[in-house]
């Protein structure tokens, strides 16, 4: 077939559904378990309000600052790791991760991490999303099971 292998465009439309959804499912679930965990140690008659709150706020900021991370620093270093050779979870996993907080360090720099109270759990919550997203990327793309031949 002209243009690529059946398996060669499942592969490309794999890693871009993949690019999509994991920064957003990341930030859904970074910012609610940030909320429950909130709600556990500051008990508030507002939790049920603020878990609704912190999925759309999840999904927002996924959506907003992940995507472009994931389109400009994510599929670069996918491609890098399958070129090496990396494909499995945890590497996708730790790799998320550290996307996710660059752009924190990048943008806040030391001003806003010089605050414990907001910098901490901030920087917390960037990570954990990164790593959710790093999984669920995986679990789109799945790179452990490409052929030699597929690029993407």
Same mark, same amino acid.
């Given at each position: 077939?002209?243009?690529?292998?059946?398996?060669?465009?499942?592969?490309?439309?794999?890693?871009?559904?993949?690019?999509?959804?994991?920064?957003?499912?990341?930030? #859904?679930?970074?910012?609610?378990? #940030?909320?429950?965990?909130?709600?556990?140690?500051? @008990?508030?008659? &507002?939790?049920? #309000? #603020?878990?609704?709150?912190?999925? %759309?706020?999840?999904?927002?900021?996924?959506?907003?600052?992940?995507? @472009?991370?994931?389109?400009?620093?994510?599929?670069?270093?996918?491609?890098?790791?399958?070129?090496?050779?990396?494909?499995?979870?945890?590497?996708?996993?730790?790799? +998320?991760?550290?996307?996710?907080?660059?752009?924190? $360090?990048?943008?806040?720099?030391?001003?806003? %991490?010089? !605050? @414990? &109270?907001? +910098?901490?759990?901030? $920087?917390? !919550?960037?990570? %954990?999303?990164?790593?959710?997203?790093?999984?669920?990327?995986?679990?789109?793309?799945?790179?452990?099971?490409?052929?030699?031949? &597929?690029?993407?």
């Amino acid at each position: 077939r002209v243009g690529g292998s059946t398996a060669e465009t499942r592969g490309i439309g794999h890693t871009i559904c993949g690019l999509l959804a994991a920064p957003i499912v990341g930030g #859904m679930i970074a910012s609610t378990l #940030m909320i429950l965990l909130a709600s556990i140690l500051t @008990p508030s008659s &507002n939790a049920l #309000m #603020m878990l609704h709150v912190s999925i %759309l706020a999840g999904l927002i900021a996924g959506a907003i600052f992940g995507v @472009p991370a994931a389109l400009l620093v994510g599929w670069p270093v996918h491609l890098l790791m399958k070129w090496r050779g990396v494909k499995r979870r945890h590497h996708y996993t730790l790799a +998320g991760a550290l996307i996710a907080v660059l752009p924190l $360090a990048v943008s806040s720099g030391s001003a806003l %991490l010089a !605050s @414990p &109270n907001l +910098g901490v759990p901030l $920087a917390i !919550s960037f990570l %954990l999303a990164g790593a959710i997203g790093g999984v669920t990327f995986w679990l789109i793309r799945r790179p452990d099971r490409d052929m030699r031949a &597929n690029s993407t």
